[in-house]
T-cell receptor
């Protein structure tokens, strides 16, 4: 069964600290994995997209990793800012054009 | 590039009325658009897949006669919530699948999301 599981469900950290969000998937055959950021009351916005051959990709203070062998991905946020408060959604696409959403991690940054 | 708009951004209506939400891909043609519903503090739930020029494919449990989807052109899909009830109050988000070719930047399975429409039924 194709599934995407994210952890933790929610996370609260102080401004300036780093954090790492996890995504485990069982989607097969794998095509690519994306991380989206969704602000409250807004549509998701793509942060990174990773294919089978990519291990690490950065977008500013966001760094995503992918281990295709263990089927795990992480999103690391460096030097968090208040504006990073949002839900982060992991989305995995299969080669059969199936798109599976994770349930998201709600991140709150406290001043 | 890859901008998707939704209109309206929010709407309040009386129970029993119908509400139409538009989803437009502004700078690319989208043969496929998706409609999602999201309740507070929950993830997106796919309602239906809309293909230009053909009938939409609805997910299990979604009433096709209640949520009418029309994808009349390559840049516009509409969702009409018919005879809305308070339990239909939710955040409705559309996405458009990117055009073919151009590598992953415009991958055919890349979805670009609209900003969402907040529906409140009184």
């Amino acid at each position: 069964k194709n599934q995407v599981e994210q952890s933790p469900q929610s996370l609260i950290i102080l401004e300036g600290k780093n954090c790492t969000l996890q995504c485990n998937y069982t989607v097969s055959p794998f095509s690519n994995l994306r991380w989206y950021k969704q602000d409250t009351g807004r549509g998701p916005v793509s942060l990174t997209i990773m294919t089978f051959s990519e291990n690490t990709k950065s977008n500013g203070r966001y760094t995503a990793t992918l281990d295709a062998d263990t089927k795990q991905s992480s999103l690391h946020i460096t030097a968090s800012q208040l504006s990073d408060s949002a839900s982060y959604i992991c989305v995995v696409s299969s080669s059969a054009s199936k798109i599976i959403f994770g349930s998201g991690t709600r991140l709150s940054i406290r001043p | 590039g890859a901008v998707v708009s939704q209109h309206p951004s929010w709407v309040i209506c009386k129970s029993g009325t119908s509400v139409k939400i538009e989803c437009r891909s502004l700078d690319f043609q989208a043969t496929t658009m998706f409609w999602y519903r999201q309740f507070p503090k929950q993830s997106l739930m796919l309602m239906a897949t809309s293909n230009e020029g053909s009938k939409a494919t609805y997910e299990q449990g979604v009433e096709k006669d209640k949520f009418l989807i029309n994808h009349a052109s390559l840049t516009l899909s509409t969702l009409t919530v018919t005879s809305a009830h308070p339990e239909d109050s939710s955040f409705y988000i559309c996405s458009a699948r990117g055009p073919a070719g151009g590598g992953l930047k415009w991958g055919t399975d890349t979805q670009y999301f609209g900003p969402g429409t907040r529906l409140t039924v009184l």
